[in-house]
């Protein structure tokens, strides 16, 4: 009960990782936010860094949740399928990205409008 409980976090990180790493890039985030890049630089970078620290808290999951040679595999199994995914959200319905940003991003709870 415990492993499942840990692959779903590393697949939640790693969903969230890879949307993070897509909306730090300028034409990503015009595409989802229908504005441009320029508002939103810290933004930005934040997301970047969020990212860079999902994937690799996603690995230690999978750690927790297997023996290592195991764990890695699921673990890159997870990011391609999290890359796929937010590729074919990105083509389809680059809004519901929004909800991948934390705190509901700018213009949301706990962050004031037109902030970047």
Do not use: K, N, Y
Not at 11 to 21: D, P, R, T
Not at 27 to 47: K, N
């Amino acid at each position: 009960m415990a492993e499942a409980l840990w692959l779903i976090t590393a697949g939640a990180l790693s969903l969230a990782g890879m949307a993070w790493l897509a909306l730090a890039m300028e034409g990503h985030w015009s595409q989802v936010m229908q504005r441009p890049a320029e508002a939103a630089i810290r933004t930005r970078q934040a997301l970047r860094m969020f990212g860079a620290i999902a994937l690799p808290l996603a690995l230690l999951a999978c750690l927790q949740a297997d023996r290592p040679s195991m764990a890695v595999l699921v673990w890159l199994m997870l990011l391609a399928g999290s890359a796929v995914l937010v590729a074919m959200l990105l083509a389809h319905r680059p809004q519901a990205l929004r909800a991948a940003l934390p705190l509901g991003g700018p213009g949301g709870p706990g962050i004031r409008r037109g902030a970047s």
